[in-house]
T-cell receptor
Framework: EPEVTQTPSHQVTQMGQEVILRCVPISNHLYFYWYRQILGQKVEFLVSFYNNEISEKSEIFDDQFSVERPDGSNFTLKIRSTKLEDSAMYFC?????????????FGEGSRLTVL | GENVEQHPSTLSVQEGDSAVIKCTYSDSASNYFPWYKQELGKGPQLIIDIRSNVGEKKDQRIAVTLNKTAKHFSLHITETQPEDSAVYFCAASPVNYQLIWGAGTKLIIKP
């Protein structure tokens, strides 16, 4: 069964450092997403990406965040200068169709710990 | 914007009994209501969803009901089994907008 894969599973970094989280969405999917889940809290939408550009972003997704699809398979989230409050589980998701018409398939997440 | 409230935060039921998790939403334009199950160390997985043109949907032991007038929807799990233990999230979405999630319910199935 096709799945969304994420790397690394866990990353520990110092405050102020840059972090790149990687995702390989399901191959025929067209819409890609990043979500964040701070420990014990609700899942929060960060950004959606379609046709090589951001289609929607939340207030959380400020200038320190960026996304990129550098090739035909990877989808990355970059955090330029990490802060303590960026510590969370970051989930990548993909879907075949956009809006709320298509099922979201989630990866297993990348846990980011900022010290 | 949309706001989703979910209750209870923790639910403990005896194996074989039923479990009910409830959510309310604020935006009457929301028309899509999925439920996700998150097992420890894994990403959320869609288990059932409902659209606003339907009042109830069932899939084996899982059912979802929607009351558009009251703006609430519920997840019902019957004949609970140990593998049902997980965190369950409800979400709501207006057309073409992203999902707004509830805070989650930790379901514990006692043997």
């Amino acid at each position: 069964e096709p799945e969304v894969t994420q790397t690394p599973s866990h990353q520990v970094t110092q405050m102020g450092q840059e972090v790149i989280l990687r995702c390989v969405p399901i191959s025929n999917h067209l819409y890609f997403y990043w979500y964040r889940q701070i420990l014990g809290q609700k899942v929060e939408f960060l950004v959606s990406f379609y046709n090589n550009e951001i289609s929607e972003k939340s207030e959380i997704f400020d200038d320190q965040f960026s996304v990129e699809r550098p090739d035909g398979s990877n989808f990355t989230l970059k955090i330029r200068s990490t802060k303590l409050e960026d510590s969370a589980m970051y989930f990548c998701a993909s879907s075949l169709s956009g809006g709320n018409t298509g099922e979201l398939f989630f990866g297993e997440g990348s846990r980011l710990t900022v010290l | 914007g949309e706001n989703v409230e979910q209750h209870p935060s923790t639910l403990s039921v005896q194996e074989g009994d039923s479990a009910v998790i409830k959510c309310t939403y604020s935006d009457s334009a929301s028309n899509y209501f999925p439920w996700y199950k998150q097992e420890l160390g894994k990403g959320p997985q869609l288990i059932i969803d409902i659209r606003s043109n339907v009042g109830e949907k069932k899939d084996q032991r899982i059912a979802v009901t929607l009351n558009k007038t009251a703006k609430h929807f519920s997840l019902h799990i019957t004949e609970t089994q140990p593998e049902d233990s997980a965190v369950y999230f409800c979400a709501a979405s207006p057309v073409n907008y992203q999902l707004i999630w509830g805070a989650g319910t930790k379901l514990i199935i006692k043997p």
